[in-house]
Every structure is written in C-alpha cells, then in structure tokens.
C-alpha cells in the first residue's frame, strides 16, 4: 500500500475522455512539501509544463497538491490552455484553502483537444472530500492511459531520525516514451512523495541527478512527449533532521535513484505493446556521448527492435544502427553478446551455437545486449524494449 | 521493356540463399563505360561497399561489368569477404575477357554470412552464357529481397546527337531504408545505364547531386544500410558528343534526376508493410539543415508513422516530434496540412470538420504532409511511408 505520513491522496471518474474510468487524481500534502520538478525538453510543451517550469522558477520553495488528469494532455491548446491550468488550480486551491500558486497541475493524454473544464469543475468537490491517506493508490491509477498496469514503488532508509524516512513514487507511460528531461524543463509522468525534510536546493539536484540515472535512460518508442514531468514533493513529517549535501543526502539521493529505476523499469515492461525489456549496453567508446548516443541509435532502430520481437539474434542490424550514428568506428574491433553469450569478435559472427545460446536468452521476457566498440574506456546504458505488431495496433487507433 | 543500347544482361538462380529465385545478375558493357558510383555512409560498410570505394578511389573512370547477388549482404565478413568480391569479379572479368577491375559487385541479403562461393562458381558460366540485351529485366528481377515488385523507370532524352540518349534505371530495397550515401562512400541498389557519352567527372557530380536529391530523401524505416550502393554506367554507344556541363549536361542530369526521383517513389511504395507513401514538406525554417533535420524527425517517428497506418491526423504527434528534432521553435507559429487541408494553425488546431478532410486525404495510398514551422524561408522535402503491422511481421521474421 502507497502511504507516506503527511500526505493524503484521492481520485474520482471526471468523464474526460472515458466514461467510468478514475481520470483526475489529487495528492495533498497537510504542509507545506519542498517542491523540486523536472520537465520536458522538447520544444513544443503542454500547458501545464509551461506553467510548472515558471512555478519553479519562480523560486518558492514549497508546495501543498498536485491536481492530475488523464485523457487530455491540454498541450498545443495556447493561452487558453494556460487559463484551464490557472483555474484548475484555483479552484483546487480554493476548496483546500491553500495559496494557488501552491497547486500544482499535470496532464496526460490527446493532444490539441480544449480540457473539458465544466466536467473538471463539477468533479473538483468530490475529488477534496474523497482525499484521504490510503488514497494515494486512486491517483496512481488515475493517471494511466494506454499503460496495462498501476506502476508503483516505495523506500524506506534510515537518516539519523527518530524513524525511517519513506519515498514514494508513482509514474505512468507506455507510449511517446524517449524522455529527456531537464532541470526546470519528461508522456511520462512522475510524483514522487517523502516525509522527509529535505533542503529544498539539494531536493531539485537530488531529482534532476536521478531521473538523468533513471527515466532519461529509457527508451520505448523514442518519441519525447510534449508532457513528460517528475514532481517530487517532501513534507518533513518524518520528523528527520533537514537532509542536505552529507550522508544523509546520499543515502537519500540513492534511495530515491533506486526508486526511480525500479519505475523505470516498471514502465518499460509495461510500455506499449511490449513483449521485451533489454538493458542495451555500449561500451568500449571513446567518451560517455559516443556510448549514450550509440545505446540510443541501437535502443530506436525498428530493425533492432523487430527483431528483439522475433527472438532473433540478428546482430547484423545491430551493427549497422550502431555505423548510422554518426561516429567513426572500427567495424573489426566490435563485439555483441546477448544474454551473456558472446555471438560477434571482431566484427565477425560466431556462428550458429553461438546464436542458438543467444536465441535461448531472448525467448525470456528481460535479456541483456552488450555492444562492445573496442575504441576506449566509456560505457552507456539504456533500458528499452522491442516493437511489436501490438505496438502498432495500439498506435493506429489511438484516437479513434 | 528495359533496353539500352550496348548493354547486355542476365540473371540466374544460383541458390545463394533460396532455390529456384533469381539472385545473381550481370550486367555488361560491350564498350567501356564512364563509372559514376555513391556508397552508404555507415561506418559498418559491406565488403562489395568497401571494395567499390577502393574502386572508385583509383581513378580509373571506365568499368565493363557489374555483378550483383541478393540472399546475402557480404557484410560483417572481414577479410573473406573481401576475397570473396575479388574472386567473384575475377572469375566473371576472365569469362567476359576484360580486366578483373572493370567488373564491379553488388551485394543484399542477411548480414555476417559467408558468401557461398562454390554456388557462385559454378553459376558464373550460365550467367555469362545467358547475356542478352533483353536480359536487364532479369536483373532488375534477381537484385530483390523483400521488394514485392521489380522496380525500373526509363529516360530518352535529345542531347542534340544523331539519336535520343537513354537513361535506364532499376533499383531494389524495401527495409533498413533511411540512406545516406555520399560521394565514394546507400540496402538499397541502384543502377543507372544509359548509352550516352559522358564526360567521367561530369558524370560521377551529375549523379551525386541527383542522389542526393532523390534516394537520400527516402526514409522508410530510417535503418540506413551497410550495403547501400548506386551504380551507373554510360558507354556512349548512342554516338553523341560528349556530355560535360552545358547545356548538355543540365538536360542529361535533369532527366537523371527524374528518372532516379521515379525509382525513389516506386521504392517507397514498394517499401516493408508500406500501406502509405506520404510527401513531407517542412517548410517555414530558418535554413535548410533544420527544415530537413525536422522532416527527418518527423518521417523516422514510430507514432506518426502509425498515425498514418491508421489514417489518423493526429497532428500532435508530428508537433510532438518536431519538437524533439533539436531546433528552438515557436510552438504557436506552426501550421500543419495534411492533403491540403490546414488543420493547425497558430498550433492550434482547427478542430474536427478540417480533420475529417485531412482523414479523407489520408485515407489514399498517396498524400502530403506539409508543417510550417513560421520561422524563415527554408524548406525539405522527404518522401516516407507508414509503419504497418505487416512491418513489424516481416521483419520479426527475416532471418528464420
């Protein structure tokens, strides 16, 4: 069960999109909570991204709720888009007596469709009676949409304090799934809840430094969403001693690093039609950019992906992804394995038993892929999967 | 009927990878013909790829013969492989009687398999024997893999000789199709045959330029190949004077570029599961390398891609991955059509009465997408296609 003390959590059927479907969620925390936030990179960014990022800087360093909807990503919808966010916020705001700029919203879903806000201002009443601690569960399945399964985790670690401190996280995403986060600029969304007090500058580090290690290590589909944001709110119930740079900080920081890989790869294994999870390692480059951007090249390749699909070590197209993406490299220096067994040296194929004990790892649902340059000392990794004939199915009807 | 003056073909069934399909071609010169030769980019290149490089590279800018295999790339063979070319084209230039250098070869298939060179060997002399200026069809035939159709275009055009100059193309390829070919350095083949005589250098610029202004603004699966080749040869058997810049030369390389421009669209529509052969145009930006950086973005997106399987115009996702392309951009300046129908403007879109339109169009085989960014002048078109659940079948499956 997702509890943290502080912090109470609810979630009602607005009619959005789907009718009898959870799809505004709301997560209140009874103090004010250190609010630290990243966001997508990509230019063309939803309504409530460009509100969150000048929430963040504008510096304040607290925060009270999250209001989230599923159904309507309320991006590519203009000023209008950034009023619906305003007035979410207020009138959230306002049943729970707390500043608006206190209110935090995200969205998920169609994009260039006008949020439905008289459904969203009839169901705001219901969503503040409802919250409650054990609620926190209702907004994790509020805010799916093509994802299969409630994606969840939770830490707890020892700071010094009375009691252990607790993370919690909760995140959704299946398609249009290739974050790149930045710091105040991730379809995936992400909140993060602790009752730790925590220094609100050390928070924002703390998460940008983990999701760079987690989500933006994750590649489904490779498309980055004009939506994607990880919030992370900590409310100081916790009764620790402020947690900032130290030990401390570190054991929280890998606490919460933890956390968000174990999300990660929870949306991985449930990104849209996938059938593999492959943890794709580049290493023997000459710097971490060539590895990350190689892993990257491979990790989106359709060749490489169908054939993760069709449990075939075809390392061929493995290779040629890895010569597109714009590196000099020395074609008689690669290695491959897959699932540990070795099936490329230089540059040469190892033959059919080889394959055979590559094959055997693929039939399972998480394998390993290592490609090897042999040009130095760097390494990258990504977390990502196969594209299925679901996939498609999915994609192709989406809207309709 | 694909004829050109002075040039004989054939093709047999040499069991390289199949029984009982064509898939070794020849094609001959009765006179030595100017050699004009593109090569993929990849930095994993095939050993035919390597060898024609080497090729191009001595300068010697007469060639009599090419010889081209399907069912098996050459490529990821090491030193084998290369000996392999070598002794193909030895043993074709001692039948045909002309240097072993003047007889050049081309290689598709499956990526890090020997070639079979005892099959080779003894389908060399039927192959030879079978040599008929009828026999390019055959050709065209035997360079297919998973092409569902043979794919060749003709030019005549008047140079002010006694007689029309030909132009005769053939090309094959279906996935790992997103080709980048450079000047000697696209699996993708190509071959151009014509009877003109052309000046060598005039030539080899000539189909540079139009390479790059046809095949290399193809995206089907963004995959680009390590075999990726175009070929072209001109013997000069219409009798007319030689071709160089002028007058000449703009009508020859108009009609070159045409004629490969024809193969490009037959190539797309014949592309892996292609349902969909869609014109983007990105136009609006500040310079050519964004508006083609962006169009490729945007061609190479799983989820537009399936968008247009589905005959969806679902315009937020070609935001979504223009947005991701690297370029700053006004999300409100954008505009998209898709068939002529405007269906964003200002980033906003104009609902569904234009949309049913745009679904109109995309319910044909053939429609243009057109995004403006509202920026500049520049523009880039590429030509690209769907991502169809028979996509994903073919090459789930390839290699078993």
Not at 64 to 87: K, M
Not at 125 to 136: D, N, S, Y
Not at 225 to 242: Q, R
Request: neutral net charge; glycine residues 12%; hydrophobic residues 45%.
């Amino acid at each position: 069960m997702l509890r943290v003390s502080g912090f109470m959590g609810a979630a009602v059927a607005a009619g959005i999109k789907y009718k009898d479907r959870l799809d505004l969620g709301l997560i209140v925390s009874r103090r004010p909570a250190a609010l630290a936030g990243v966001f997508t990179t990509n230019e063309v960014k939803a309504a409530p991204v460009l509100a969150g990022i000048e929430r963040l800087r504008t510096g304040r360093p607290h925060a009270r709720a999250l209001v989230v909807n599923s159904g309507n990503a309320n991006a590519c919808t203009g000023a209008a888009g950034l009023a619906d966010v305003r007035e979410t916020a207020g009138i959230v705001a306002g049943s729970l007596n707390v500043a608006a700029e206190d209110v935090l919203m995200c969205s998920t879903g169609v994009i260039g469709v006008p949020l439905p806000m008289d459904r969203i201002r009839r169901a705001v009443p219901g969503l503040v009676a409802a919250l409650a601690g054990e609620g926190l569960e209702d907004v994790a399945r509020a805010i799916l949409t093509t994802d299969t399964v409630k994606k969840t985790a939770l830490r707890r670690i020892d700071v010094g304090g009375p009691e252990p401190v607790t993370l919690a996280g909760m995140v959704k995403g299946a398609g249009m799934i290739g974050p790149r986060m930045g710091p105040p600029q991730a379809t995936l969304l992400a909140f993060v809840l602790s009752d730790a007090l925590v220094a609100p500058a050390w928070w924002q580090g703390a998460l940008e430094r983990s999701v760079a290690d987690s989500f933006n290590r994750v590649v489904v589909d490779g498309d980055t969403s004009t939506n994607d944001t990880v919030l992370a709110l900590a409310n100081g119930s916790a009764g620790n001693a402020e947690i900032d740079e130290g030990r401390a900080g570190e054991a929280c920081e890998s606490a919460l690093r933890d956390l968000l890989r174990d999300l990660a790869l929870q949306l991985v294994k449930d990104g849209e039609g996938v059938t593999k999870c492959v943890r794709l390692l580049v290493r023997g480059a000459r710097d971490f950019h060539e590895a990350d951007s190689i892993a990257r090249t491979v990790a989106g390749s359709p060749l490489v992906k169908t054939a993760f699909f069709g449990e075939d070590p075809n390392w061929g197209r493995i290779l040629a992804a890895a010569g597109r993406a714009g590196f000099p490299l020395d074609q008689d220096a690669i290695s491959v394995a897959v699932g540990g067994a070795d099936i490329v040296r230089g540059g040469r194929g190892l033959g059919p038993q080889a394959e055979a004990l590559a094959k055997k790892a693929m039939e399972r649902a998480e394998f390993t892929v290592t490609l090897d340059l042999g040009l130095g000392d760097a390494e990258a990794g990504i977390l990502t999967c196969d594209l299925s004939s679901d996939y498609v199915r999915i994609n192709a009807s989406y809207r309709t």
